[in-house]
């Protein structure tokens, strides 16, 4: 959606090594956010996107408008179905639709042999990947490393909205999911341990207000009472730093 950083970066160099062409979209999406003012409030610099996709060598950028890509009578919706509905599909009613929307428009009208996009999302991803084996889309899709700050954080557009307490507070994400991992390498299995333990980590940090802690199946998404030793498990958290929202993961193993 723009504001583009090193994260964005490292999507576009791994699509530069494997593909001859390089396409890349920019449009901040009105249906994906559940506010008017978080629509409005997100970051957006055009030009400064632009050129940093020329440094990295795409050879196509496209910036439609908001009326390119939902033209006048546009009525259509695509909902994904399970691993849509918990954590953020919860926490934003209406979020993964209009993802699961626009990214099917992009496919479409881009009809790319591979997309890439970061782990971060990771939730954003199994819904995108959903949706492209459902509707039978040949886009292949990627998942591609979060890129951290020195001190963990993961790189968003958005933090750029934190206030500098904020963003030294930040990290702690990070910190609560290491911390659950420890608890997890070193024997225990108790989902309700792994969330305590991200609880406790993030309750030592009076900016931090979590919106949820998740210890779930890497698959569905269910909430996980026990965590198999096999896997695939996903911890995530959403932590609000004032009117900044931010997400983070850890796949387990």
Excluded at 6 to 13: E, K, N
Excluded at 52 to 80: A, H, K, R
Excluded at 118 to 143: F, H, N, W
């Amino acid at each position: 959606m723009g504001w583009l950083h090193a994260g964005h970066r490292s999507l576009i160099q791994r699509a530069r090594g494997e593909n001859e062409t390089t396409i890349a979209t920019i449009f901040v999406n009105p249906r994906q956010f559940n506010e008017a003012a978080d629509y409005q409030r997100y970051p957006r610099n055009e030009a400064r996107d632009l050129e940093i996709c020329e440094e990295e060598g795409v050879d196509l950028v496209f910036v439609p408008s908001v009326e390119e890509v939902y033209p006048p009578g546009f009525d259509t919706t695509v909902s994904v179905g399970d691993v849509a509905r918990p954590l953020e599909g919860a926490a934003r009613p209406g979020h993964f639709d209009g993802v699961a929307t626009v990214v099917a428009i992009l496919f479409d009208l881009i009809g790319a042999e591979r997309a890439y996009f970061g782990q971060k999302d990771a939730q954003q991803v199994m819904v995108i990947r959903r949706m492209a084996l459902d509707l039978a889309i040949p886009t292949e899709v990627i998942a591609c490393p979060t890129v951290r700050e020195p001190d963990g954080l993961a790189l968003s557009s958005r933090n750029v909205h934190l206030s500098l307490p904020e963003r030294a507070a930040a990290p702690v994400l990070r910190r609560a999911l290491l911390a659950a991992r420890a608890r997890w390498e070193a024997g225990e299995r108790s989902g309700d341990a792994l969330r305590d333990a991200m609880r406790e980590t993030l309750g030592g940090e009076p900016l931090a207000t979590p919106a949820y802690v998740s210890v779930a199946d890497g698959g569905s998404l269910a909430e996980l009472d026990r965590v198999p030793d096999g896997g695939p498990v996903l911890l995530s958290l959403a932590v609000r730093f004032g009117p900044t929202r931010l997400i983070d993961n850890e796949p387990l193993p």
